[in-house]
C-alpha cells in the first residue's frame, strides 16, 4: 500500500460548483498536512497547510483532515476557471521529508 | 520578486550522455530539496540538503545520480549515465528551515532522454 493515495481524476465541475478532492494515507502517526495547486508546466505552489486534526479555512478554500480515518480533504467553493489545475496533497513524514500524492486534476468549466 | 530559479528548462539527451542540472535557491534559503515528477509516480523526493549539506539522499538511484551544493546560491542534480526512464520533470525547491512545511517549488527541468 502506498503510504498517500490520491483519485487522479480528472474532476470536471462548472463554474460556481463546490469542488471536493480527498487522499488516504497509512501512517496514523503522520501529522503535517499540506495541499499545493500546480497550475500546467509549472512548479506546485503550498496552498493550505494544517497540522493534526480539523478544519482550516483560507478564503475559498477548506482543508480538514480526518486523522481517526487517515482522510484529508480539500475543498473549494464558488469554484473558478483560473481554479483548473492539479491539486497535490503532501504530508510531512520526517523533518524536511515529505510525500506528495500523485495529484487531481480539476477542469473548472466557464 | 524572490524565486526559485532552474536551468535549463528543458533538456532532451541521448541515454549514456550525462546531464547536470542546476538550481539557484531563494536568497537566505537554507534548506534546497530535489524532485523527480513523473505521471506514473507523481511527485518523488530524491535528495534534501540543510546548510549545503546532504540530509538524506535515499531516494535517488546512487549509482547514476548525484546532487550537490558547491555553494549557498547553486544547487546541482547530475545523472551519468542518463537513461530513458529518467525522462521526468525535476524541480529543485527551496525553504527558510524556519517553517517545517515551507518549501517554494522551482518551475523545473523538463528532462527527455531518447
Known amino acids: 500500500q502506498k503510504e498517500v493515495e490520491q483519485d487522479p481524476g480528472p474532476l470536471s465541475v462548472p463554474e460556481g460548483a463546490i469542488v471536493s478532492l480527498n487522499c488516504t494515507y497509512s501512517?496514523?502517526?503522520?501529522?503535517?498536512f499540506m495541499w499545493y495547486r500546480q497550475y500546467s508546466r509549472k512548479g506546485p505552489e503550498l496552498l493550505m497547510y494544517t497540522y493534526s486534526s480539523g478544519n482550516k479555512e483560507d478564503g475559498r478554500f477548506t482543508a480538514q483532515v480526518d486523522k481517526s480515518s487517515k482522510y484529508i480533504s480539500l475543498f473549494i467553493r464558488d469554484s473558478q476557471p483560473s481554479d483548473s489545475a492539479t491539486y497535490l496533497c503532501a504530508i510531512r513524514t520526517g523533518t524536511y521529508k515529505y510525500i506528495f500524492g500523485t495529484g487531481t486534476r480539476l477542469k473548472v468549466l466557464a | 520578486d524572490a524565486r526559485v530559479t532552474q536551468t535549463p528548462r528543458h533538456k532532451v539527451t541521448e541515454m549514456g550522455q550525462e546531464v547536470t542540472m542546476r538550481c539557484q535557491p531563494i536568497l537566505g534559503h537554507n534548506t534546497v530539496f530535489w524532485y523527480r515528477q513523473t505521471m506514473m509516480q507523481g511527485l518523488e523526493l530524491l535528495a534534501y540538503?540543510?546548510?549545503?549539506?546532504?540530509?538524506?539522499d535515499s531516494g535517488m538511484p546512487k549509482d547514476r545520480f548525484s546532487a550537490e551544493m558547491p555553494d549557498a546560491t547553486l544547487a546541482t542534480l547530475k545523472i551519468q549515465p542518463s537513461e530513458p526512464r529518467d525522462s521526468a520533470v525535476y524541480f529543485c525547491a527551496s525553504g527558510s528551515g524556519q517553517i517545517s512545511y515551507e518549501q517554494y517549488f522551482g518551475p523545473g527541468t523538463r528532462l527527455t532522454v531518447t
Open positions: 501512517n496514523s502517526a503522520f501529522q503535517y
Open positions: 540538503f540543510r546548510n549545503r549539506a546532504p540530509l538524506d
